[in-house]
C-alpha cells in the first residue's frame, strides 16, 4: 500500500488500527504524544484508496458490528465517561413480594367447584382456609403447623371436590340420563325382593394413617333368596350340600363371602362365578344319583316311611273299631 507524504505521521494507525477508529488514535496519542488534527484529510485518504481494481468501494467485514471493544469500553469507564448500570441482586423474597399468594386474593363468593373440579391432593396456595395439621413436643407453646408446606396434608384424603354445591351440579347434569325411582318398591319388601333378588354389598373405609388402603374393603358379600333360583326338590337338595353353613333355612337365604383376591373387582368377580357353577352344578344330572335311598336325604320324610305305614294302620283299625260298634248299637 503506498501512502502519500501528507499522511506518514498515521502510518502506524492505518496499518495497525481499524479504518476511522477514535480508539487506535486515542491510544496511539496516549503513548506517543501526537495528535492529528487533520483527520478530513485521511478520511479522503481512505476512500480514495478502499476501491478494488474495478472502481469499487472496499467493504470492511466486522463479526459483531456497532459493537464496543472490551479495551475500549474499560478506558470510558476508567475516565468516567460510561455510566453502569447497577443490576439489583437476584432475591426470592423480593421477587415473591411482587403478587401476594392466590390464597390471600381469592373471595369468599367465588365459584368453589370451578377451583377445585375433581379429586387432587392438598394444595395450599389454591385453599383460603386457615388449616393447622400436626403434632409438636409442646403442643400448648407452640401451635400444629401452618398450610403451607404441611406434608401431613398431603398423605390425608380430602373431600374438597365434594361440596353440596359441586354434588348437585353432577346431579343435574346426569339428571336426564336416570329415570325415576319406584315409590312401590319403598313401601313392600317382597316386591323389591321379586324384581331385584340379587343383592351385592361392600364397604369403604377412611381413616388417618400413612396409606390410604383397607384391606377389608376389598371384602365382598352376595346374598340370594333360594326360591329365586327356581331350582327342582332334586336341585335345590344338590345346592343346599354345596352350600353347607353358606344357606341359613330359617329364611331361605344364600350368603356368599369373598375376600381371597387382592381387589374389590376380583372378588366380585370371583362371587359371580361361584354363583354361576353351583346354578349349573345343582341342575346337573349325575348317573349315580338314581342309587340315593331315604337315608340319603337331609331330612327325614314322613311320606313313604314306615311310620306312614304304621299310622295309616292305625286309624284304619280305629275305622274298623268305630264302624263294628255303630253297627252292633243299630
Not at 45 to 68: A, C, I, S, T
Not at 184 to 195: A, I, K, R
Not at 298 to 325: C, P, Y
Request: hydrophobic share 35%; with cysteine.
Amino acid at each position: 500500500m503506498l501512502l502519500s507524504r501528507k499522511c506518514k505521521p498515521l502510518i502506524h494507525d492505518i496499518c495497525f488500527g481499524r479504518a476511522q477508529s477514535t480508539l487506535v488514535e486515542e491510544m496511539k496519542a496516549a503513548l506517543t504524544g501526537y495528535k492529528s488534527d487533520n483527520k478530513k484529510d485521511v478520511k479522503n485518504l481512505y476512500e480514495e484508496e478502499k476501491r478494488d481494481e474495478k472502481g469499487d468501494p472496499f467493504r470492511e467485514f466486522f463479526v459483531k458490528p456497532k459493537r464496543k471493544l472490551r479495551t475500549q469500553q474499560d478506558i470510558l469507564k476508567s475516565t468516567g465517561r460510561a455510566t453502569v448500570a447497577e443490576k439489583p441482586k437476584a432475591d426470592l423474597y423480593d421477587r415473591l413480594a411482587i403478587r401476594r399468594p392466590r390464597m390471600e386474593e381469592m373471595k369468599t363468593d367465588q365459584d368453589w367447584p370451578s377451583v377445585w373440579p375433581v379429586a387432587a391432593s392438598f394444595r395450599s396456595s389454591v385453599v383460603p382456609l386457615p388449616i393447622r395439621m400436626g403434632t409438636r413436643k409442646n403442643p400448648e407453646k407452640k401451635p400444629p403447623f401452618k398450610t403451607a408446606g404441611n406434608l401431613e396434608l398431603l398423605k390425608i384424603p380430602n373431600f374438597l371436590h365434594l361440596t353440596p354445591e359441586a354434588i348437585e351440579r353432577h346431579c343435574k347434569a346426569i339428571k336426564k340420563f336416570c329415570t325415576k325411582w319406584p315409590a312401590e318398591f319403598d313401601d313392600s319388601v317382597q316386591l323389591h325382593q321379586t324384581n331385584y333378588p340379587l343383592l351385592v354389598s361392600f364397604s369403604d373405609y377412611v381413616h388417618q394413617g400413612t396409606s390410604l388402603r383397607d384391606t377389608r374393603s376389598r371384602i365382598i358379600v352376595l346374598k340370594l333368596k333360594l326360591s329365586a333360583l327356581h331350582l327342582d326338590s332334586a336341585a335345590k337338595d344338590k345346592i343346599r350340600r354345596l352350600l353347607g353353613s353358606c344357606y341359613c333355612e330359617k329364611t331361605d337365604t344364600i350368603t356368599l363371602v369373598t375376600d381371597r383376591c387382592y381387589t374389590r373387582k376380583q372378588n366380585l368377580d370371583y362371587v359371580m362365578y361361584l354363583l354361576t357353577a353351583l346354578y349349573h352344578e345343582a341342575r346337573k344330572v349325575e348317573p349315580w344319583e338314581k342309587m340315593a335311598q331315604r337315608e340319603d336325604d337331609l331330612k327325614v320324610k314322613f311320606i313313604g316311611s314306615e311310620a306312614e305305614k304304621a299310622a295309616i294302620e292305625l286309624l284304619n283299625k280305629k275305622v274298623l273299631l268305630v264302624s263294628a260298634t255303630v253297627f252292633n248299637n243299630n
